[in-house]
């Protein structure tokens, strides 16, 4: 009855609460995002597909399945979860069983020989009960640091998308700004022809031949440069999807057919809820706030139950005519005087959670501004595409009127090869901003955490 009597006092006592209260965030975020109102549907978590480009959302799925980083960080999970179920485990008695058996001979000079033989089972169970809450509150520090673990490969893969996406549209833009080249070499070579047409018939001078030539090495060395660039973009894209750059390759989709989602302004702050690093940071609270409920219930006495039986026999082999043994503790222990090594470890605690408020606002405020930059980088890139496709309209223009002039003789060389490096210049620049244009949006999609339904399926 006294067993009894003390485990209902234990558990009577260990509905009240001695902890401190959990460290929250007072940080208000705005409503919305900077700019205009739009509708914003395309904010999915296969944001990739709204680009239409096939051959793109194979390599993501490629990467998904191969890229070494993300197979690193989905056993970091697995490492997690197995972490979990440890803690989990301390709920639960610990239950323990051995046996054994023996027998020996002595023997001793002018005596009998004496046998001793023995033979014992016995069962322990003990099991500590979590009267300050320490058991919990560390099951629930496993399970934010799961959750937290989750958040980290949720951020690589995000982060994996986005590269992949980009370094694609890198090598599209470098194949195209290749085709270009090319294509500008051959004008080159062409006006090269009527250079020389008209230097035969004496109508220019040597030094024009010449200056339109060095124009037609130039490019020449820019298609080289660029045939470079490209396999140096391939090679890279091969890596993250997990391919060896030797044999890689791949069916490009066209680079001028890519749609280009329109994502403006006006969306819900909730949506940067999404992030991982908001996430892994609002985990990383939740795990300090445990770690303070677990350094403070060690202030406290602990409690555990244990009990024990047993059966033995002096026969070998055998619980023949056994002995029994059964036993019942209710154990407690406290520490009387540590010079106050114990408060200062929730102290520390408490200063560390204090800290990880401060590191969840800051992920805010970060998000808030990325979020707003990237949005005004979209805006800011879409305007200067649409100056680039006019400049390179009227170079074109220019050029065809200055190859016309030139070939009558109303229009010296200088005005020619001016127009001229005009036009390559500026269809080249046209591939370039269209690639920035890509990159921005794919900037954006990250910043905003990938979209409305994020990826990860944590510890709830």
């Given amino acids: 009855m006294r067993y009894i009597y003390m485990i209902t006092v234990v558990i009577f006592f260990g509905g009240c609460s001695i902890h401190p209260d959990a460290l929250q965030s007072s940080f208000k975020p705005p409503k919305e995002f900077s700019l ?8 999915t978590k296969v944001w990739w597909q709204n680009f239409n480009a096939p051959t793109l959302n194979l390599l993501i799925e ?15 999970i697995e490492q997690a979860r197995l972490s979990l179920g440890i803690s989990k485990s301390s709920y639960w008695p610990q239950i323990s069983a051995s046996a054994g058996t023996s027998g020996s001979q002595t023997q001793v000079p002018s005596a009998d020989t004496r046998n001793s033989e023995s033979t014992s089972a016995s069962l322990r169970i003990s099991y500590e009960i979590d009267l300050w809450g320490k058991i919990a509150a560390n099951n629930e520090q496993a399970k934010a640091r799961f959750n937290a673990t989750i958040y980290d490969t949720d951020a690589a893969v995000l982060s994996l998308y986005a590269s992949v996406a980009q370094s694609y549209f890198s090598l599209l833009s ?29 109508s220019v001078s040597l030094l024009d031949v010449s200056r339109q030539k ?32 030797q044999g890689f390759d791949t ?30 940071a609002r985990a990383n609270l939740d795990a300090s706030n445990a770690a ?26 055998s619980l023949k005519d056994p002995t029994s043994v059964l036993s019942l503790a209710l154990n407690a222990a406290y520490t009387i005087f540590d010079a106050g090594r114990l408060k200062d470890l929730t102290d520390a605690e408490i200063s560390k959670a204090k800290a990880a408020v401060q590191s969840y606002n800051k992920s805010i405020l970060t998000a808030l501004q990325e979020s707003d930059d990237a949005l ?20 074109l223009r220019s050029l065809d009127i200055a190859s016309i002039q030139y070939k009558h003789g109303s229009a010296d ?13 500026s269809r080249d620049s046209l591939a370039a901003q269209r690639l920035n244009h890509l990159n921005a949006v794919v900037t954006l999609y990250k910043v905003l955490g990938g979209g409305w339904d994020g990826y990860s399926n944590a510890a709830k």
């Avoid at 205009?36 to 904010?43: G, K, L, P, R």
């Avoid at 490629?62 to 970091?76: C, G, H, T, V």
Wanted: aromatic share 4%.
């Fill in 413 to 425: 060389l200088t005005t020619l090869l001016d127009a001229q490096n005009k036009y390559f210049s």
């Fill in 62 to 76: 490629q990467a998904l399945k191969n890229n070494p980083d993300i197979l690193i960080a989905y056993e970091n």
């Fill in 251 to 280: 069916v490009l989709d066209s680079f001028w057919d890519l749609s280009i989602p329109t994502v403006e302004a006006g969306l819900p702050s909730e949506l940067l809820l999404n992030r991982p690093d908001i996430a892994r």
């Fill in 376 to 395: 005004l980088n979209v805006a800011h890139q879409t305007s200067q595409e649409s100056l680039q496709k006019q400049i390179a309209e009227e170079s």
């Fill in 214 to 245: 060095s124009s037609l090495l130039s490019q020449h060395s820019n298609v080289d440069s660029l045939t470079l660039q490209a396999a140096q973009a391939k090679n890279a894209l091969a890596v993250l999807t997990g391919s060896a750059p």
């Fill in 292 to 317: 303070v409920k677990s350094a403070n219930a060690d202030r406290f006495p602990s409690f555990s139950l244990s009990g024990s039986g047993g059966l033995s026999s002096d026969t070998l082999l």
């Fill in 36 to 43: 205009a109102t739009s509708n914003n549907s395309n904010i």
């Fill in 174 to 202: 470098i194949n195209e700004r290749l085709k270009i080249a090319k294509d500008n070499l051959n004008i080159s070579s062409q006006l090269m022809q009527i250079v020389e047409a008209k230097y035969k018939s004496g």
